[in-house]
């Protein structure tokens, strides 16, 4: 039976919420030096190597009429600049991860989805469709085969390796996701899917909505008077040197847009694997676990040595969040961004 391996990540714990996300990968440093909080900022969707905009947001565009299929070849280029051409309208897919899986469903897709990666649980479709691995790090390339797919949807998870074994089975692939992913690009994943699949029409609708959702959010928490601290618990799988997220992973710009201040925010790493006595040293006023559904409890980290006089733990703001709204970077990311708010700005939402 022929596999397809994934590239192996720091820990079990980190391997599973990423591969459960289909973002990308990056592989943890050892403990980075204790960073200072950097001051409030108004948040940017651009990657952190990019120059900042010169010109004033575009306005929404007015919602788009459903797309009708057309029958001919389509040719474009994927999330990683690969240049990707299909026949016609795919008419049987195959999703290798649940940002994918979520994408497709969203854009009306979910008849033409045969099968799915392990981690794709959402919508309630996909949890019922047929498996085809990935808990494990690897494919089961002989079934994706024998369904003869139109097309197979990638995240920037895929290892590029996997993406040409796929190929070289005269597979059509497409990558969704970008290497540093942000609002935008999640945006332009879903128009490129759109794009892809003849549902550019309802791929833009989404994305509008998308976007509008964000402005009303924008809107409440323009009252806030402050940007609490929040250090992001990914996983803790050592309690004593879990792994957070910095610059370059999307929840950063995810704790910016609901109105906090990420603890790590000036460290290299975008998955930086820190200490305790630096969590202690960063002060933070908001803990927010998305390491929840893997056993980490509030009361386990209220209950932490060394953590009584963190501000957090004493005034008992340690949540957990639903990890599957902000580790995927498809349609329910704004879900995800509201969940922040309401744990970082309470007051806003009573």
């Keep these: 039976m022929h596999k397809i391996a994934l590239r192996v990540l720091a820990t079990p714990l980190l391997a599973l919420l990423l591969a459960a996300c289909g973002g990308a ?47 001919e070849a389509i040719s474009l280029t994927d999330a ?47 949890k019922a469709l047929p498996k085809i691995g990935s808990t494990n790090g690897v494919y089961n390339t002989e079934q994706i085969v024998a369904l003869k797919p139109d097309l197979v949807l990638a995240a920037g998870i895929t290892a590029p390796e996997a993406i040409k074994q796929l190929e070289d089975l005269k597979l059509t692939v497409l990558v969704l996701g970008s290497p540093q992913t942000t609002l935008d690009t999640i945006n332009n994943d879903i128009l490129l899917a759109g794009k892809a699949t003849g549902k550019s029409g309802e791929a833009q609708i989404l994305v509008n909505n998308m976007r ?11 009252t806030a008077t402050s940007k609490p601290l929040v250090y992001w618990e990914l996983d803790a799988t050592d309690p004593t040197k879990p792994y957070s997220v910095g610059p ?14 990420n603890v790590f925010a000036s ?36 209950a932490r040595p060394g953590w009584a ?15 599957n709204l902000v580790s995927r970077p498809g349609p329910r990311i704004i879900e995800g961004v509201s969940a922040a708010a309401k744990i970082i700005h309470p007051e806003l939402f009573k």
């Design 309 to 323: 006089g963190i501000p957090a733990v004493q005034q008992k703001r340690v949540e957990p969040i639903d990890d």
């Design 80 to 126: 990683a600049g690969r240049t990707v051409t299909l026949p016609g309208i795919p008419q049987r897919i195959v999703s290798l991860s649940p940002s994918t899986t979520e994408i497709a469903f969203a854009l009306g897709l979910g008849p033409q989805v045969a099968v799915v990666d392990d981690f794709s649980d959402y919508p309630a479709e996909a």
């Design 212 to 222: 509008s959702q964000l402005n009303d959010l924008k809107a409440k928490l323009s």
């Design 267 to 302: 460290v290299e790493s975008p998955y930086p694997q820190v200490s305790a006595e630096q969590i202690v040293a960063t002060k933070p006023e908001v803990i927010i676990l998305s390491d929840a559904a893997y056993g980490v409890t509030v009361e386990s980290v209220l």
């Design 248 to 261: 370059g992973n999307f929840v950063n710009d995810i704790i910016a847009l609901a109105g906090g201040t």
């Design 25 to 71: 990968a990056t592989s943890a440093p050892t403990a980075a030096p204790v960073p200072t909080p950097p001051p409030a900022a108004a948040p940017t969707l651009l990657p952190p190597t990019a120059a900042p905009p010169t010109a004033a947001p575009t306005e929404l565009a007015p919602a788009a009429a459903a797309s009708t299929p057309s029958s």
